[in-house]
T-cell receptor, first 113, second 115 residues
C-alpha cells in the first residue's frame, strides 16, 4: 500500500513568512508524529497525535510552531514568522499500533533565507 | 528525559565483513528500540526493532541485541554489501499508557562498505 507522503518536498521561505507542511499518514494509522532533522543529526521529536488528539507537544521549540490533525488523518505543521534556525527537514511518521513501528515520510526540506 | 548515545559516528568496512554499531540509553524505563537506515536525501527506513522482553532478534543478515542491565543495544550486519552503505540511527522509546511513544534518536553512524 501507499506509504506516508508529505508535501511540499521542498520549501523556501523568506524570514518572517508563515509556512504550512502537510503529512498524509498510512491509511488506518492511529498515531502520527512530527520530527525535525537538522543536517547531519538524528530526527528530534516535535509533537504526537493519537487520532485527532494532540497528546504531546513538548518538543515544539516555540509558540511559532503549531500542529493539527482535525479529522484524525491528514496533519499540518505550521510555522509562523519563520526564522533561519527553522531550516531543517521536517519528517512525519505514522504507526498502526501506538508508538511501535513508526514509518516515516520523505520529509519536507525547509530553507529559510 | 531519554538520552541515546551512538558510536562510532563513521564506520568503514570491506565488502563481506561484519559491521557493529552500538548505542546506550539513559532511561531504564525505555522498552522499545528500533533501528533505521537513511540513505542520502531519503526517508528513514525501519530495518529492525526489539522490545525489552527480548534479548536478541535476527532478520537475515541483520541482528539486534539488547542488554537491559547495561542499558545498551547493538546492530550487527553480516556479509556487508555496497548497498548497505547509509547512515544508521538507533532510537529508544517508552511504550506505555503514560508515555507519548516518541522516539529519541542517536546521532547516527555513517557506514561505508568498500567493494
Amino acid at each position: 500500500g501507499a506509504g506516508v507522503s508529505q508535501s511540499p518536498r521542498y520549501k523556501v521561505a523568506k524570514r518572517g513568512q508563515d509556512v504550512a507542511l502537510r503529512c498524509d499518514p498510512i491509511s488506518g494509522h492511529v498515531s502520527l508524529f512530527w520530527y525535525q532533522q537538522a543536517l547531519g543529526q538524528g530526527p528530534e521529536f516535535l509533537t504526537y497525535f493519537q487520532n485527532e488528539a494532540q497528546l504531546d507537544k513538548s518538543g515544539l521549540p516555540s509558540d511559532r510552531f503549531f500542529a493539527e490533525r482535525p479529522e484524525g488523518s491528514v496533519s499540518t505543521l505550521k510555522i509562523q514568522r519563520t526564522q533561519q534556525e527553522d531550516s531543517a527537514v521536517y519528517l512525519c511518521a505514522s504507526s498502526l499500533v501506538t508508538g511501535l513501528e513508526q514509518y516515516f515520510g520523505p520529509g519536507t526540506r525547509l530553507t529559510v533565507t | 528525559g531519554e538520552n541515546v548515545e551512538q558510536h562510532p559516528s563513521t564506520l568503514s568496512v570491506q565488502e563481506g565483513d561484519s559491521a557493529v554499531i552500538k548505542c546506550t540509553y539513559s532511561d531504564s524505563a525505555s522498552n522499545y528500540f528500533p533501528w533505521y537506515k537513511q540513505e542520502l536525501g531519503k526517508r528513514p527506513q525501519l530495518i529492525i526493532d526489539i522490545r525489552s522482553n527480548v534479548g536478541e532478534k535476527k532478520d537475515q543478515r541483520i541482528a539486534v541485541t539488547l542488554n537491559k542491565t547495561a542499558k545498551h543495544f547493538s546492530l550487527h550486519i553480516t556479509e556487508t554489501q555496497p548497498e548497505d552503505s547509509a547512515v544508521y540511527f538507533c532510537a529508544a522509546s517508552l511504550n506505555s499508557g503514560a508515555g507519548s511513544y516518541q522516539l529519541t534518536f542517536g546521532k547516527g553512524t555513517k557506514l561505508s562498505v568498500i567493494p
